[in-house]
């Protein structure tokens, strides 16, 4: 028996299991077994979205799991996973490899000879022994021998140490490049979706998850997660365990042997095969149960309301604290109720496995030992690196089983990344987009027929809706509360998507703008207008971000919205940073002042027709620019004196005709003042989600109805 045959069984292993991994697999399209068609507005119908969507699902008839719960270890979610990996891994190592092609070859290279590195110490150390045994036993072993051996060792040590070094840096660099690239393409997509795209729960869902795959690209198994790389981690695993096997199987050769090695790998993998099948037989299944979800998803929620500052004001002044407490202490109940029947249920099946065999095979594994002794080699070294490499065999095999449940979950959250790269935003022109062709006298817009109906809404909010506004005009829309006002002005302003009916902008169908062109011909001040937790300046600049900096178009907004005032009344005057109360929002200039709403330090508080100034002065930013052809304005007055309110008005008439006698914008503004919408040109009174009287002021009068009965109310 010969201490030298593994080195090259090993070198062997190493460069054939390096060869097998750069035969890249095939990209394949087709999933079989999968719902052929879920949701095709969003993806492929045979795309990796469907495979996703099926893998939540555990049975047909089954709640969707939460997003990162775990799928199930059975066969349908198998064959979901290797139909993900089949899809996205061939693109995803692509993308990797095009970051760093030489580092992520090294790397590859690196840990699988990492892999390799305990058995050769193993080996190396059992040569040592022997000599020394040797050197002990009889007098004639010659000192030079020891010291090549020693030198040897040191070597390998320092060589080992140097490997280590190198692989470390080098993954550090992949890994960083990696993490920024799918951060990027993750924040990149997100940001080009839209509401109404977002609005599907499970879009946001498939969101959440492909957060988690990105954030698993933190390192090694970063949040408890598993990332491509930790994949790397499992062939070092497995170059391990067959650079042991190997050496094992060297020491036993021979046929007697041979069974000796059997012996030693089964006793070695008897304690893990036990612990396993009491992992499976537990019924503490990875699966979350709906019901623990429901209950853990309540807990949370009443922690969130306890804690959070947005909140404080109203939990305060309706004393909510009881009721938050005693939801907690309900969902939390549940939760620890439903531990403690696992445990139990733990409990009960540890009893059928409490009989512990591992220190019984432990034992077991020291009989092969007996037929090595026989053996006419049988050495000090020998009998060490055997027992080394059965520990290892454990040892290694215990973390690649761990890994492999966990590159298992990760496969889903990685399928989750892919398919959330091809979502594509629903209001995007389906075919080629048209360009906005600017008429110069504002937006002429032509409302046929139009219905919406909220998603997971049943009844249209809009019904039948038709309007007119020629180029120029100014056309107040007013109404009762829940008329669909709003509703309307997003939709006209390209936010949400309607179901049928018609908008001609310009004389061309709506959504055969891009978005983003669209975007850049209109100004809002919404209803529900952000308020940004920064400065001021931030909090008006980005209304037009390419002139946030510049001072004269700050100044021009918020004087022509009454807020310059206001601005420079405040500490820091621009630079003052505004505090969000009863919104939680993260600053955008990296700053840690404020978290959440709620009064801090060094910010300073506005009032609510304060904050509708600088709503105001955000939308006049870009305004007065000759490409903006339609101004909305929902309720932006609905704060203000009456003072304010005039100068508002007057200031938007002013942006509307751009210092000539002919308006060159169309306004429309929703009001619930009517003496307000006295001076636009014509009135639509909305009613039940549809416009019921359209007119001017004085024809809507002199018609005697819903309009004229509710001017008469407000006066
Ligand atoms: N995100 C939403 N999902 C479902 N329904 C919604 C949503 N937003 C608004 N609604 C409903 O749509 C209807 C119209 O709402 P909208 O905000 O357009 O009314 P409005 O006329 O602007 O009301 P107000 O005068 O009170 O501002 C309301 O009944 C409202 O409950």
Redo the contacts with the bound molecule.
Sequence with gaps: MSLRSPLAALRNLCLGTAHSFSTACPRVRHAPGVPQKLHSTYAHPEGLYVLWVASRKPGPAGEALLPGAHRPFCARSLSLACEIIRLCVADLLLTLWSLHPWRSFLLVILELVRGVFPAFRGYSQALLINELQSLISSSNTSWTCITRHVGVELSRLALEALIDAIATENESIVYGSAKFTLEYRQMEKRLKLDLPTLADPEIRDLFRESDLFVRSFGGMSSFGLFSTFDFMRILTSISELLSHALVLSSLTFSRPHLTAFCFSVVTSLLPLILRTARAHGSCLDETMDPQESRAIHKQEKMRYLAQSESYRQELIFFGLGPWILQGWAKARRAVLGLERRQTECDASLRCLFSVDLSSFALFMQNVPLMLLYRSPSASLGLFTLYQTSVQAIIFTTANLIQSVRMAYQGIFLMGAFCAAMEIEPVLQPKGRDVPFESSGKGMRLDIKNLTYT?PG?ETP?LRHVSLTVEAGETVAIV?F???????LAKILLRIYDFDSGQILVNGVDIRHYSPEDYHSRCTAVF?DFAKYNSTAQQNIGVGYIDEMRCTQTLEMAMRLAGARETVCSLPLGLKTKLDIVGQDGGAFDGDQLVQGGGPAYGCHGLSGGEWQRIAISRAFMRASRPEVELLVFDEPTSSLDAHAQKRIFDSIEKIACSGSSERKKSVLF?T?RLSTARRADKIAM?ENGTICEFGTHQELLSRDGKYAALYRASI
């Design positions: 909220y809404c909010v109404g509360n829940g008329s669909g006002k709003s509703t209803q929703i619930h909305m």
